[in-house]
DNA sequence: CTTGACCTTCCCATGATGGGAAGCCCTATC
DNA sequence: GATAGGGCTTCCCATCATGGGAAGGTCAAG
């Protein structure tokens, strides 16, 4: 099998698979007379493996890790749940970060006319930093600490 | 004043307030006799703006714009609006797949004891492809396609 | 004058991915 | 058997924002 068939066998792109031997996440595929390589089902197993932990936010060295479990048929899943809950609880920190980020423009933007006028909250937050949340409307003493 | 003082008044490091001269994001700064890059008042509500658009996860070329819109005083805020919902869109975009992955994997890692034992379907959905979505349990049509 | 803290530029690395060039190989068609 | 087109090889470069570090100039305090 060329890197041509074992990428659309796999999903994963040539480029990748050279790069993936190149750092070591999958071995050296064999070489044909010349100099092409060859891969087996069970690279392209492999190449699979890799494609859907990618697809699941895992990172390459997370995924090295992941592959070696996988192959010792000994190794106890502690380890590897241990991997998942660790990546979960990234996601999940990187969600909160990105979600008050939205949420913080989201409402910006609510307060933007977007029309002809140039006046926008939107700007004026960024130039003068985040608002000090929510006094009363009413509340006078603008004093910046 | 310094960079390094200019550094401390913004939060942006001495490293990336040189980066961003180096692409044009500001101009580049003043210098003294010997060769110091010399930082007004001024520059440094633009390094703050910048840092703020940072943290609310504009990129830099999104802020290129948001700073030429925020020193035309003439600018409608369509413009501003329209870079904003932009990237708000964007954020939750990312922020879906992100929960997505997270889901996916936390239901896994649910169903994996983390003991000294070997089975564990985390591993053996990353092996064998996703799940198709949940058949009956007692389905036994292992039938791969 | 020395010391230590600061500045300058320049190069390199990150992580995962793609683009592209130059050159070899294979297969199908004429 | 020659030729064309597509696939393979390696190598280099770019991305995006950030940091590390080296080599050397500068400044201020002791």
């Given amino acids: 099998m060329n890197i041509g068939q074992?990428?659309?066998a796999s999903g994963v792109s040539a480029k990748m698979?050279?790069?993936?031997?190149q750092i070591g996440l999958i071995r050296p595929a064999d070489r044909t007379d010349s100099n092409y390589r060859s891969f087996s089902e069970r690279d392209v197993n492999d190449l699979r493996f890799i494609k859907r932990g990618r697809s699941l936010g895992f990172s390459v060295e997370e995924i090295t890790n992941?592959?070696?479990?996988?192959?010792?048929h000994?190794?106890?899943?502690?380890e590897v749940k241990a991997i998942a809950d660790a990546h979960v609880?990234?996601?999940?920190?990187?969600?909160?970060?990105?979600?008050a980020m939205a949420d913080t423009l989201a409402a910006l933007s609510e307060g933007c006319a977007g029309d002809d006028r140039p006046d926008c909250p939107i700007l004026t937050d960024?130039?003068?930093g985040p608002a000090p949340p929510a006094a009363n409307v009413g509340d006078?003493?603008?004093?910046i600490s």
């Fill in 6 to 8: 074992a990428a659309r």
């Fill in 140 to 143: 006078r003493a603008g004093a």
């Fill in 126 to 128: 960024l130039a003068a």
């Fill in 89 to 99: 609880s990234d996601l999940r920190a990187r969600i909160a970060e990105m979600q």
């Fill in 74 to 78: 000994t190794r106890p899943s502690r």
């Fill in 66 to 72: 992941l592959l070696s479990l996988w192959r010792d």
């Fill in 17 to 21: 698979i050279r790069y993936y031997e």
